[in-house]
C-alpha cells in the first residue's frame, strides 16, 4: 500500500448505529488530519493529530469520536449521527517542523449515509 | 487570520484552450501555497506547492502556478487543457509554523469538445 489508505470506501448506517471510519498513512508523517467534504460547503477540518496528540478540534460534536493510537493510523468513530452528517470523510497527512506543515496528501475518502 | 478567496465557482473552457483559474489569500505573515485537484468521488491530489524560491511553480499534468506577494495571489494556469481535466480544483494557504491548511471553495473546471 501508498500514500494514504481510507476504509470503507462507503458507509451507509442507521442514526442509532456505531461504527468508525479508518485511516493509514504510509509516508513516515507525523501528523494527521479528518475533513468533511459536505456538498456546496467549503472543506471542514475536522481533528488534527500532531504526533499523536489531538492539537485542534473545531468545535465537532461529540458524536464524532477521534482516535489515534500510532503516527500511521486515525480513526473516527461516529455513533447516533444525524442526516445532515452525511458527507465524504477524507483524511489526510502531512509532516510537521519547526517551519509548520507541508502539503498534505489525502486519502480517497469515505462516502457516508445516514439514514 | 488567514484565507483564500477563489472568485470563479466555475470555469467553462473547450479543449485545448488555455485557462487560469485565480487564488487570492489573506495573511499578515510569510506562507506556503498549494493547488489540489479533485476528480469525482476521489480524495484531493496535490497539483503543485510554493514554499519559497522561484515564484512561478510548475506541477503534474502540465499545470503551473505563478505566487504573486504584492497582490496576495496564486493563480493556476494550463496553456492548453484535456477533456481530462475536468475537475474541482481547490488552492490553499497555511502560514509558516503552523499545522494546517486553509482551503478556498474550489473551482469546478468543465472542459468540452
Known amino acids: 500500500e501508498t500514500g494514504v489508505t481510507q476504509t470503507p470506501r462507503h458507509l451507509v448506517m442507521g442514526m442509532t448505529n456505531k461504527k468508525s471510519l479508518k485511516c493509514e498513512q504510509h509516508l513516515g508523517h507525523n501528523a494527521m488530519y479528518w475533513y468533511k467534504q459536505s456538498a456546496k460547503k467549503p472543506l471542514e477540518l475536522m481533528f488534527v493529530?500532531?504526533?499523536?496528540?489531538?492539537?485542534e478540534n473545531n468545535s465537532v460534536p461529540s458524536r464524532f469520536s477521534p482516535e489515534c493510537p500510532n503516527s500511521s493510523h486515525l480513526f473516527l468513530h461516529l455513533h447516533t449521527l444525524q442526516p445532515e452528517d452525511s458527507a465524504l470523510y477524507l483524511c489526510?497527512?502531512?509532516?510537521?517542523?519547526?517551519?509548520?506543515?507541508?502539503?498534505?496528501?489525502f486519502g480517497p475518502g469515505t462516502r457516508l449515509t445516514v439514514t | 487570520a488567514q484565507s483564500v478567496t477563489q472568485l470563479d465557482s466555475q470555469v467553462p473552457v473547450f479543449e485545448e484552450a488555455p485557462v487560469e483559474l485565480r487564488c487570492n489569500y489573506s495573511?499578515?505573515?510569510?506562507?506556503?501555497l498549494f493547488w489540489y485537484v479533485q476528480y469525482p468521488n476521489q480524495g484531493l491530489q496535490l497539483l503543485l506547492k510554493y514554499l519559497s524560491g522561484s515564484t512561478l511553480v510548475k506541477g503534474i499534468n502540465g499545470f503551473e502556478a505563478e505566487f504573486n506577494k504584492s497582490q496576495t495571489s496564486f493563480h493556476l494556469r494550463k496553456p492548453s487543457v484535456h477533456i481530462s481535466d475536468t475537475a474541482e480544483y481547490f488552492c490553499?494557504?497555511?502560514?509558516?509554523?503552523?499545522?494546517?491548511?486553509?482551503f478556498g471553495t474550489g473551482t469546478r473546471l468543465l472542459v468540452s469538445p
Open positions: 490553499a494557504v497555511t502560514e509558516k509554523g503552523f499545522q494546517k491548511l486553509v
Open positions: 493529530y500532531s504526533l499523536e496528540e489531538r492539537v
Open positions: 489526510a497527512s502531512s509532516q510537521v517542523g519547526l517551519a509548520g506543515a507541508y502539503e498534505q496528501y
Open positions: 495573511s499578515s505573515v510569510s506562507v506556503y
